[in-house]
Antibody, heavy 119, light 106 residues
Framework: QVQLQESGPGLVKPSETLSLTCTVS????????WSWIRQPPGKGLEWIGD???????NYNPSLKSRVTISQDTSKNQFSLKLSSVTAADTAVYYC?????????????WGQGALVTVSS | EIMLTQSPATLSLSPGERATLSCRASQSVSSYLAWYQQKPGQTPRLLIY???KRATGIPARFSGSGSGTDFTLTISSLEPEDSAVYYCKQRYNWVTFGGGTKVEIK
């Protein structure tokens, strides 16, 4: 059974960089696509970007200038960095596995990590 | 960016009734559409992928249809546990989600 777990600071100051890591167990990240998705409190879902083994990351065009997604296959982890954060970046951040064909469904999700941007 | 518009915003029905949720894309997404269910305080769960294929473990009362720009998620006979927000998502051009339809069980 594939499991994903987000980790990282729950509080980030405005203008700083949000950093989260997703640790995958029960399967290798050296296959499939791996995504970050966020959900502001009480609102809908927004895709941030994804990465495929040895591939170039894909980013949501609206966030592209501030986002970096990377992977560490030795630790079976992938990571998110979002720079110059504001209160609008306060959200639950999910990592998810994305089946890499057809509609690329997100079939496994982490539990989510609430990140609050506040001074 | 492909926009997905879901309707209605809220659907209030009784157990046993049929629920029909709509998702309309601003341009064709072929069959590259999926549906997710999110219950309060929980992680989204994959229901339907490739417009009409049920994900593993999803009850047969959930079905998806459509292609191009118009898609439908049908719950044939509502159960109390189906109370949730349902999102459609396309992956034809990057990834976008619809705004969601909240299904309330009377």
């Amino acid at each position: 059974q594939v499991q994903l777990q987000e980790s990282g600071p729950g509080l980030v100051k405005p203008s700083e960089t949000l950093s989260l890591t997703c640790t995958v167990s029960g399967g290798s990240i050296s296959s499939y696509y791996w995504s970050w998705i966020r959900q502001p409190p009480g609102k809908g879902l927004e895709w941030i970007g994804d990465i495929y083994y040895r591939g170039t990351p894909n980013y949501n065009p609206s966030l592209k200038s501030r986002v970096t997604i990377s992977q560490d296959t030795s630790k079976n982890q992938f990571s998110l960095k979002l720079s110059s954060v504001t209160a609008a970046d306060t959200a639950v951040y999910y990592c998810a596995r994305e089946r890499g064909s057809g509609s690329y469904p997100f079939d496994y999700w982490g539990q989510g990590a609430l990140v609050t941007v506040s001074s | 960016e492909i926009m997905l518009t879901q309707s209605p915003a809220t659907l209030s029905l009784s157990p046993g009734e049929r629920a029909t949720l709509s998702c309309r894309a601003s341009q064709s997404v072929s069959s590259y559409l999926a549906w997710y269910q999110q219950k309060p305080g929980q992680t989204p769960r994959l229901l339907i992928y490739d417009a009409s294929k049920r994900a593993t473990g999803i009850p047969a009362r959930f079905s998806g249809s459509g292609s191009g720009t118009d898609f439908t998620l049908t719950i044939s006979s509502l159960e109390p546990e189906d109370s949730a927000v349902y999102y459609c998502k396309q992956r034809y051009n990057w990834v976008t989600f619809g705004g969601g339809t909240k299904v309330e069980i009377k």
